[in-house]
Nanobody, 128 residues
Framework: EVQLQASGGGLVQAGGSLRLSCATS????????IGWFRQAPGKDHEMISC????????VYADSVKGRFTISSDNAKNTVYLQMNALKPDDTAVYYC?????????????????????WGQGTLVTVSS
């Protein structure tokens, strides 16, 4: 059974940092692109970053470029999202998701619902 477990959310002041983790199991890690989405109250899911662990190619949304860094630890089948210079607008539930056999760029362009597997979400709250 494929499982994605997102963790690391919390409450942080504006300008602070958090690192989210997405631990995967039951899947061949290198065969997937792993994306991070977020959903703010009343809004749709927003894709913010994606990585293909097989070659560590990464893609970022403009809203987080230069502040967030996605990475993977292939030995642990885990993807991380380092979030720096956080703003109140970053407040959302953050989800990781996996899609089979796409590049990071391709995975960036599809919606949350079209991914194959999803984690449960972790709440990030940034206070002003």
């Amino acid at each position: 059974e494929v499982q994605l477990q997102a963790s690391g959310g919390g409450l942080v002041q504006a300008g602070g940092s958090l690192r989210l983790s997405c631990a995967t199991s039951g899947m061949t890690f290198d065969d997937y692109a792993i994306g991070w989405f977020r959903q703010a109250p009343g809004k749709d899911h927003e894709m913010i970053s994606c990585i293909t662990p097989s070659n560590r190619n990464t893609v970022y949304a403009d809203s987080v470029k230069g502040r967030f860094t996605i990475s993977s630890d292939n030995a642990k089948n885990t993807v991380y999202l380092q979030m720096n210079a956080l703003k109140p607008d970053d407040t959302a539930v953050y989800y990781c998701a996996a899609v089979w056999a796409l590049t990071a760029a391709q995975a960036m362009g599809i919606t949350f619902e079209k991914y194959d597997y999803w984690g449960q979400g972790t709440l990030v709250t940034v206070s002003s």
